[in-house]
Structure formats: C-alpha cells, structure tokens
C-alpha cells in the first residue's frame, strides 16, 4: 500500500468539476457530518493533515474541504480556498 500524499490541482477546474458534480447530487461538503464522516471513514482520509496542508498552502486560512463521488475521473477529497483560488487533492495511495 502506497503512503497517502497531498497535491496540487488547478483551483478553476475543480469549480467546474464541483459544480458538475452538484448537477448529479455528487458532492459531499463537510457540513453533511453523516455523510461526511462515513466518505472519509471509507476511503482513509486524513481530515486533520488535509486542513493542515491547506493552513500551509492557504494564506487566508479559509480552507473547505468537500468530496466529489459521481464517477468521474475527478472523484476524491479536496481542499480549497476562495479567497486564494487554489486547491489540493488527497491521495489516499489504495
């Protein structure tokens, strides 16, 4: 099993992606905490290095974190800032 890592994704991509998904009802945002909870309990995600990693990448320090689940090739968990217009994605390397 590979090591988890953090990367950089382009932030207007992501919007795109996001909203598409919304289109489909794929998007699970933190606020939804059951349904949050079991996506991140699912897929081994490390909620505290996310927020960590965009603290460090963010200088607003408004950090969202969201999953997109809808098939596409951009399925996973990330997080974004507005305010910085950037985004990191989780690998959780399965």
């Known amino acids: ?3 988890p890592r953090v990367i950089d ?8 992606e996001i909203k598409s998904a919304r289109n489909v009802k ?5 606020q939804d905490k059951e349904k949050w909870q079991q996506y ?3 897929h ?4 505290s290095s996310m927020l960590a990693f965009g603290k460090v990448k963010f200088t ?3 950090t969202k974190l ?3 689940q809808c098939g596409s090739s951009w399925d996973g968990c990330y997080a974004y800032s507005i305010d910085d217009e950037a985004a990191l994605k989780y690998e959780s390397g399965d």
Do not use: C, F, P, T
Not at 9 to 16: E, G, N, P, Q
Not at 26 to 30: A, D, Q, R, S, T
């Open 9 to 16: 994704v382009d932030y207007y991509r992501l919007i795109a």
């Open 40 to 42: 991140v309990a699912d």
């Open 60 to 62: 607003s320090g408004k």
């Open 66 to 68: 969201i999953a997109i």
């Open 44 to 47: 081994n995600i490390r909620e």
């Open 26 to 30: 794929g998007v699970i945002e933190k």
């Open 1 to 3: 099993m590979a090591q």
